[in-house]
């Protein structure tokens, strides 16, 4: 099931937009399912780097919450950082 919201996919929407350089281009997707709920975070190329951090740390961090909530909740997150090169409009998409 995807696309179903949570405190989950909700914090990590609003760490990812508050630290990319592109909040517009942050998308976030909680996929329910199998033994931990996937939440996929797509970043602009530019902004990969920032949300990934230094040694990952940025990532860690973020994972750490998510293990917070886990405790909270009783549901297991993982966290999937993705470079979002989906081409727009104005890339020159045919099919748009």
Request: charged share 30%; net charge negative; aromatic share 4%.
């Amino acid at each position: 099931m995807r696309g179903q919201s949570s405190r989950a996919k909700a914090l990590v929407q609003f760490i990812a937009r508050n630290l990319a350089s592109k909040p517009d281009r942050v998308f976030v997707v909680e996929v329910i399912g199998g033994p931990a709920n996937l939440i996929e975070l797509e970043v602009d190329k530019e902004d990969l780097g920032r949300l990934i951090g230094r040694s990952g740390r940025v990532a860690d961090a973020i994972r750490a919450l998510l293990q917070i909530l886990t405790l909270q909740e009783g549901r297991m997150y993982e966290l999937e950082i993705i470079d979002a090169a989906r081409p727009t409009v104005e890339e020159g998409d045919p099919d748009s």
